[in-house]
């Protein structure tokens, strides 16, 4: 027993001289590295904290402006500019300037007419209306900004206007509208309230940590009012040195010229040393700028130091009692351990483990038993060899069977951006805009279901199409669809939909007549084609299996499809459908997908009933408010159910001007 223990308090004595030895320099660097420690997190959070708040001003100052170069550079706005008394200019340009006001911000737009002075404005707090709000005159002091920007060469500009009584700043963004010979046609834009993201950039502060803003002169435009705030608006007066000035000049200029990177420096504010980082907001020409504490900011936890201390507590303790567990392990525990393993090999059990062969007496205790120990070992080393070349030759096949399935997954994400590169969205967006929505939800990545649009001089070529199959063999019918439908519109011309289906039907059954198909496998395809001709105020349909309805809110029509798809076993007969293209009226295509999707409290299918319903109740409504709102619809009665079957819905309406 006196051996053990002198082992074991041999043992704890030396992890205790150790940690002594090598923690009064740990602390000695320690307490030095500290203060480098706090200088650079604070130097890494101020830089943080300052970029992230002009992020937060700068990102929707870009946001405004982009979408009032678009609204500028709009055709139609430049149409009506040219030509203010047009009516179907004027109405062009408001309808497409709404989608712009619901995108902008401040849900407002203003455009001056240069060649009359007119100010049409527009906001969420009033009708929309095309009558001009205001004539500018330039004898009138408040219209000399205008009169100002006519002669400016560049393409925008940006007004600032500060209410310092409301502590407020509100941006009003003015793009210039030129010809092709770079006159001027007119001034549009929108304004934007700065109060809101100053006061949530004042507003998340921490000790020691004080954000402003101001501009290009040092003048103070907003900050977080604290004991070592300045007295006036001057950001130099901020500073207590006049070296501390001219360094903040010359990183005011080095960050006009790197916008995206904060600088910092070293100044004494107030008599107090401050670490100051400052960025630019190039649209607005003011800088922010903040003012950190090192001391009194939680740049760095004080709490790491108590738990650095218990840590280290903790793994003395460990030490000491791994050392003590080691000894038992090592010495006492082998000891003990021979002896049951010469007792098992006595009896005649060879697989015992013995302990290693030492120098010692443990180790002459163990010559006795080596040879059949090596014998146990050699036979455990073989079979782990053997182990181990059947793990590799695992692991060999599962990288080959996650390459091959990654190889799968790209070709079908492939195929995807294939299938969705001839739906016809752009084209369908820059004739019709709001006036016509599409809902496409394929079951899988790539799916069977497509539209077309082709745009004409008398009229316009929509359609919808469902073939056979889902997923990867259905996007494959598609393109076949797609080919034979390009070949039918060359052959029959966009206006006769009956003579288009019977064209494409006539090329899908030439493509698929020699391949060697089972008769299990479907080569269909459902389909439905409307000619709109909008100077005639009619539109011709025709179908397979697919429908055309029609609804004004209040009544609905369904004009029925043939009966038998395009490709089937039996051909069949297709007729074009005459109706009238009456304003105020809506109409829909939409492949079984929709309807037959499962759902419910009984898991029936969404059903025609039901489908039409859904159509005479939101007639009326945005048809982009439409195709969001039967998705959720459609959603909410799928529930937890899986979608059965690729959904495409293809809407449009015509009004008056259209």
């Known amino acids: 027993m006196a051996v053990k ?327 006492v525990r082998p000891i003990k351990g021979l002896r049951r393993s010469a007792l098992a090999i006595a009896a005649g059990h060879y697989e015992e483990t013995l302990p290693d062969a030492r120098n010692d007496e443990i180790g002459e205790l163990t010559q006795a038993f080596s040879s059949m120990a090596d014998q146990v070992l050699q036979h455990t080393r073989e079979l782990e060899g053997k182990v181990q070349e059947r793990t590799q030759a695992l692991e060999q096949a599962n990288r080959e069977m996650v390459a091959a399935h990654k ?21 369908l967006s820059a004739s019709l805009g709001q006036q016509q929505f599409v809902l496409w939800q394929p079951r899988d990545t790539v799916g069977g279901d497509f539209y077309v649009y082709r745009q004409h001089q008398e009229g316009y070529l929509l359609g919808v199409f469902d073939c056979a199959g889902h997923g990867v063999p259905g996007a494959l019918m598609t393109m076949l669809a797609r080919a034979a439908i390009d070949h039918a519109i060359g052959v029959a011309g966009a206006d006769d939909p009956a003579a288009i289906l019977r064209e494409t039907d006539i090329a899908l059954r030439g493509m698929l007549a020699d391949a060697q198909l089972s008769r299990a496998l479907a080569t269909n395809t459902d389909a439905g084609l409307v000619w709109v001709n909008p100077s005639h105020k009619k539109l011709l349909f025709a179908g397979a299996k697919i429908g055309l309805f029609a609804t004004d809110g209040e009544a609905i029509q369904e004009l029925p499809g043939g009966r038998r798809a395009l490709g089937d076993k039996r051909k069949g007969e297709y007729q074009n459908i005459e109706l009238a293209l009456m304003p105020g009226w809506t109409y829909y295509m939409c492949t079984d997908g929709f309807l037959d999707q499962a759902g419910g409290e ?32 459609l959603a909410e009665y799928q529930g937890e159910l899986p979608q059965r079957d690729d959904i495409t819905v293809l809407s449009f309406r015509f009004d008056q001007n259209s």
């Not at 095309?130 to 006519?150: G, V």
């Not at 029936?604 to 959720?632: D, I, S, V, W, Y």
């Open 5 to 331: 223990w002198g082992l074991r308090g041999k043992s704890a004595l030396a992890v205790l001289l150790a940690c002594a030895i090598a923690l009064v320099p740990a602390v000695m660097f320690g307490w030095r590295a500290l203060g480098d420690i706090r200088g650079h997190f604070g130097e890494a959070y101020a830089r943080n904290f300052t970029l992230l708040h002009r992020q937060q001003i700068a990102a929707p100052l870009s946001r405004e402006l982009a979408l009032s170069k678009r609204l500028a550079n709009s055709l139609g706005t430049r149409q009506w500019l040219q030509d203010e008394s047009s009516s179907v200019h004027r109405t062009r340009f408001f309808d497409e300037a709404e989608g712009f006001r619901s995108d902008f911000l401040d849900k407002s737009y203003f455009i001056i007419v240069d060649s009359s002075l007119h100010l049409y404005r527009n906001d969420e707090d009033s009708p929309v209306s095309q009558i001009r709000r205001y004539t500018l005159s330039q004898t009138d002091p408040k219209d000399a900004w205008y009169f100002a920007l006519r002669d400016d060469p560049t393409d925008y500009s940006l007004g600032i206007e500060v209410d310092d009584q409301n502590n407020a700043s509100k941006i009003r963004f003015n793009v210039r509208v030129r010809n092709a010979q770079n006159k001027l046609l007119g001034i549009t834009g929108s304004e934007l309230n700065l109060k809101p993201f100053i006061d949530e950039l004042l507003s998340k502060t921490e000790p020691g940590v004080m954000p402003m803003l101001f501009n290009h002169d040092g003048i103070i435009q907003a900050q977080l009012k604290q004991g070592n705030a300045p007295h006036s608006n001057d950001i130099f007066e901020y500073l207590s040195n006049r070296d501390d000035r001219q360094s903040l000049r010359q990183i005011m200029l080095q960050a006009q010229t790197e916008p995206n990177r904060v600088k910092t420096m070293d100044a004494m504010v107030n008599g107090k040393p401050r670490l100051l980082a400052l960025a630019y907001i190039e649209p607005l020409r003011w800088y922010v700028m903040t003012s950190v504490d090192l001391q009194a900011a939680n740049v760095v936890d004080s709490r790491w130091l108590w738990l650095l201390l218990i840590s280290f507590v903790a793994l003395l303790a460990v030490l000491l009692l791994g050392f003590a567990y080691a000894v038992e392990s090592l010495v």
């Open 407 to 427: 190889k799968i997954d790209d070709s079908i994400d492939y195929a995807s951006l294939i299938q969705r590169a001839i739906l016809p969205d752009r084209q």
């Open 602 to 633: 009984h898991g029936f299918g969404f059903g025609n009933r039901r489908f039409t319903a859904m159509l005479q109740k939101h007639a009326k409504l945005p048809l982009a408010e439409q195709a969001e709102l039967f998705a959720t619809k």
